[in-house]
């Protein structure tokens, strides 16, 4: 609380799985004046006061990646009020490990994320809802041209799909052209989705929660520093 936030050049901050009080996170989000990387993930403290005293107080301006996994004390609605006004300029979005965050969330933000490159999303707790994965891959691919890596971590229960489902996976294979990564939970809507790319010769785009995990570390100003054998 004593840190002079307003004369600092910090662009990238990771405050994941910290104790933070949610006064504190106010204090440092409405003060920080250039953040464009946020990973605030397992915070109990990042409430919905937090998400909007940032978007009225705060600079989001710059923001470019915003990952709140596991968050569980964000609404829906917060989420929603604050990716509608700023989702257009985000390149990554990781809301994973909510529950409550489901495809209906998704769906009704997705026609401003034009220019996302990341987007997770799922929990691998069991609901007691169904995700309807055609329709969201549909507006995947309809929405994000730009996308280079997607992650779905729904349990496989949870996913409903139908016989068009080859469709929906053609019409994102067809449309977003740069996707590199394309991680699902292992099961049926894995199996389909990986033949339908492999038909394509793109044979290592499909890969399992198991072994792949995708994050917006990728957005790192320095993150090919990160990298190392």
Known sequence: MQVEWEKTSLQELDITATDLSTECLIDMLTRIPNLRFLSAGQLNGFNDSVLKAFMELGNPKN????????????????????????????WG?????????????????????????????????????????DQLMDGIANNCPNLQRL?????????RFSDKSQKAIDILRVKCLKLRCLVLSDGRYYETTKANFERADRTTVVRTTTNCRVSNYYLLSNYRDLIFN
Do not use: C
């Not at 769906?107 to 995700?131: C, D, H, W, Y």
């Not at 992650?151 to 996913?159: A, F, V």
């Open 63 to 90: 923001l470019i990646a915003l990952d709140v996994d596991s968050s569980d004390n964000l609404t829906d609605d917060a989420l929603h009020k604050f990716l509608s006004r700023y989702g257009h300029q985000l």
């Open 93 to 133: 979005i990781a809301l994973s490990g909510m529950p409550h965050i489901t495809d209906q969330l998704w769906q009704s933000v997705l026609p401003v994320f034009n220019n996302a490159k990341i987007l997770v999303m799922g929990t691998q707790e069991r609901l007691g809802v169904n995700i309807h994965v």
């Open 151 to 159: 992650e779905l971590r729904w349990d496989p229960e949870n996913l």
